[in-house]
């Protein structure tokens, strides 16, 4: 049996953030994955800036020396709403040629993005076991039990304090009784990888998002990546799924092939795959995310942005706090529920104003949710604002301040 005081389950962007960061803490721990890198994850592969953030906190000017001009990673500068009416974008913030180049988004196939960085993870705090899927954990009082499929190098994990970081089916979860799904507080998803999509090749890659009017709050979307390709799918609230009778690969296909304007962009394009599903847990619904030996992050705690379906940002987020509060930990040898009280708080807190607006779109009709939609946002005084703040969000991502955490 392996012993460690730490053990982190599932090294997706959330457990890789964990990881790195208890890293460079110098603090040991044992980490695992059922996958072996790289491997696949269906998502629609934007990466944010909070992405960007932790990374320039992981080491300084991360960004700039490692992604900005990698050729796995697509940027844009700007996103556009309603593709089908070629308004204009809803946001575009065009960097000065003596400014920093940085964008709005990058996008990355998560099969390149997880796996680079899982390839950092490796280090002398940190042993990385791929191929190692947790069956079972037993809650003791001496600690956790972790059972394995690995045979030959952990078939058995002990460990003081165990990170759930193993995304929507976690066994962490399972293991604390507390997997369900509530479809008021999950979405589901599609993605398809294309090549060949007219207008997306060019300079001014955008963001590009298509909103049904006939279906409030569903969104399909265009994301640019590199070489040509796109990631093309769409997301929609369980619970309006089941309402709707929707089904989310007839609507994706309805609307590329119905819709003037899209049917016209895809008319040469070529799908790489048939389209995939995955569930999207989203932070609405406030799961406890830490007790006596356990903390959840990124999609096991349930943290996806209801507004944006982002996941990956606050996935690291959370991995970012987690190291933060067991550094804490160790140094006091306390891994009970007590040390963890304001966990919770702080990987919720910079999801509260998106929850809070996601809940207020919820319950409007949707006749003004399609005002608000097609009138307000493109509006001139609308787009100002966001211009302004996109300015902000950009410079705070990429200025290499660490990020505050309070722990009390
Ligand atoms: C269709 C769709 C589109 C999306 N688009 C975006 C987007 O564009 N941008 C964005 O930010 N977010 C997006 N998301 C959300 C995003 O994909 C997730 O929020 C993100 O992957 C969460 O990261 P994670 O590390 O918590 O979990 P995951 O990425 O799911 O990683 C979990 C890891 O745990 C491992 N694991 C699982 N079970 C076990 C086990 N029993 N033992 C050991 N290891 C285990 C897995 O192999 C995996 O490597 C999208 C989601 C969907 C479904």
Same mark, same amino acid.
């Given at each position: 049996?392996?012993?460690?005081?730490?053990?982190?389950?599932?090294?997706?962007?959330?457990?890789?953030?964990?990881?790195?960061?208890?890293?460079?803490?110098?603090?040991?721990?044992?980490?695992?994955?059922?996958?072996?890198?790289?491997?696949?994850? $269906?998502?629609?592969?934007?990466?944010?800036?909070?992405?960007?953030?932790?990374?320039?906190?992981?080491?300084?000017?991360?960004?700039?020396?490692?992604?900005?001009?990698?050729?796995?990673?697509?940027?844009?500068?700007?996103?556009? /709403?309603? /593709?089908?009416?070629?308004?204009?974008?809803? &946001?575009?913030?065009? *960097?000065?040629?003596?400014?920093?180049?940085? *964008?709005?988004?990058?996008?990355?196939? %998560?099969?390149?993005?997880?796996?680079?960085?899982?390839?950092?993870?490796?280090?002398?705090?940190?042993?990385? &076991?791929?191929?190692?899927?947790?069956?079972?954990?037993?809650?003791?009082?001496?600690?956790?039990?972790?059972?394995?499929?690995?045979?030959?190098?952990?078939?058995?994990?002990?460990?003081?304090?165990?990170?759930?970081?193993?995304?929507?089916?976690? =066994?962490?979860?399972?293991?604390? @009784?507390?997997?369900?799904?509530?479809?008021?507080?999950?979405? !589901?998803?599609?993605?398809?990888?294309?090549?060949?999509?007219? @207008?997306?090749?060019?300079?001014?890659?955008?963001?590009?998002?298509?909103?049904?009017?006939?279906?409030?709050?569903?969104?399909?979307?265009?994301?640019?990546?590199?070489?040509?390709?796109?990631? =093309? !799918?769409?997301?929609?609230?369980?619970?309006?799924?089941?309402?709707?009778?929707?089904?989310?690969?007839?609507?994706?296909?309805?609307?590329?092939?119905?819709?003037?304007?899209?049917?016209? +962009?895809? %008319?040469?394009?070529?799908?790489?795959?048939?389209?995939?599903?995955?569930?999207?847990?989203?932070?609405? &619904?406030? +799961?406890?995310?830490?007790?006596? @030996?356990?903390?959840?992050? @990124?999609?096991?705690?349930?943290? $996806?942005?209801?507004?944006?379906?982002? !996941? /990956?940002?606050?996935?690291?987020?959370?991995?970012?706090?987690?190291?933060?509060?067991?550094? +804490?930990?160790?140094?006091?040898?306390?891994?009970?529920?007590?040390?963890?009280?304001?966990?919770?708080?702080?990987?919720?807190?910079?999801?509260?104003?998106?929850?809070?607006?996601?809940?207020?779109?919820?319950?409007?009709?949707?006749?003004?949710?399609?005002?608000?939609?097609?009138?307000?946002?493109?509006?001139?005084?609308?787009?100002?604002?966001?211009? +302004?703040?996109?300015?902000?969000?950009?410079?705070?991502?990429?200025?290499?301040?660490? /990020?505050?955490?309070?722990?009390?």
């Amino acid at each position: 049996m392996l012993q460690t005081d730490i053990c982190i389950i599932g090294a997706g962007p959330a457990g890789a953030t964990t990881s790195l960061f208890l890293s460079k803490m110098q603090i040991p721990h044992i980490i695992v994955d059922a996958s072996v890198f790289p491997r696949d994850k $269906i998502c629609g592969d934007a990466l944010d800036l909070k992405v960007m953030r932790i990374l320039n906190c992981l080491e300084n000017d991360f960004v700039k020396n490692e992604i900005l001009h990698n050729h796995n990673f697509s940027k844009t500068y700007g996103v556009k /709403i309603n /593709i089908s009416e070629n308004k204009k974008p809803l &946001l575009q913030y065009k *960097p000065k040629p003596n400014e920093h180049q940085f *964008p709005y988004f990058f996008f990355s196939k %998560r099969r390149y993005f997880d796996n680079f960085l899982a390839e950092r993870i490796p280090s002398k705090y940190a042993t990385f &076991l791929q191929g190692t899927k947790v069956e079972k954990i037993e809650h003791t009082e001496e600690g956790k039990i972790i059972y394995t499929n690995n045979v030959k190098e952990a078939n058995k994990i002990k460990a003081k304090l165990i990170v759930g970081a193993d995304g929507d089916h976690s =066994v962490v979860l399972r293991s604390l @009784g507390e997997r369900s799904v509530n479809r008021e507080h999950y979405a !589901g998803g599609l993605r398809q990888y294309w090549k060949g999509i007219e @207008g997306i090749s060019s300079e001014d890659n955008f963001l590009e998002l298509y909103l049904p009017k006939s279906l409030p709050l569903a969104y399909l979307w265009i994301f640019p990546l590199p070489n040509g390709e796109a990631n =093309v !799918g769409c997301g929609l609230l369980s619970s309006l799924i089941q309402k709707n009778n929707v089904n989310l690969k007839n609507l994706l296909q309805d609307i590329i092939t119905k819709d003037p304007v899209l049917a016209y +962009r895809f %008319r040469n394009a070529v799908p790489l795959e048939k389209p995939m599903g995955w569930g999207l847990p989203m932070a609405t &619904l406030k +799961r406890k995310a830490s007790g006596n @030996g356990w903390l959840l992050t @990124g999609d096991a705690a349930s943290l $996806i942005n209801p507004l944006t379906g982002e !996941g /990956i940002g606050p996935g690291m987020m959370s991995g970012y706090i987690a190291a933060h509060f067991i550094q +804490r930990a160790v140094k006091q040898n306390n891994f009970s529920e007590k040390l963890f009280k304001n966990y919770d708080r702080e990987i919720n807190r910079r999801l509260e104003k998106s929850i809070t607006n996601f809940n207020l779109i919820k319950k409007v009709s949707p006749l003004i949710y399609n005002f608000f939609i097609n009138v307000v946002a493109p509006h001139p005084l609308c787009r100002l604002y966001f211009q +302004r703040n996109v300015g902000k969000w950009i410079k705070t991502a990429y200025d290499n301040k660490p /990020i505050k955490i309070k722990f009390d």
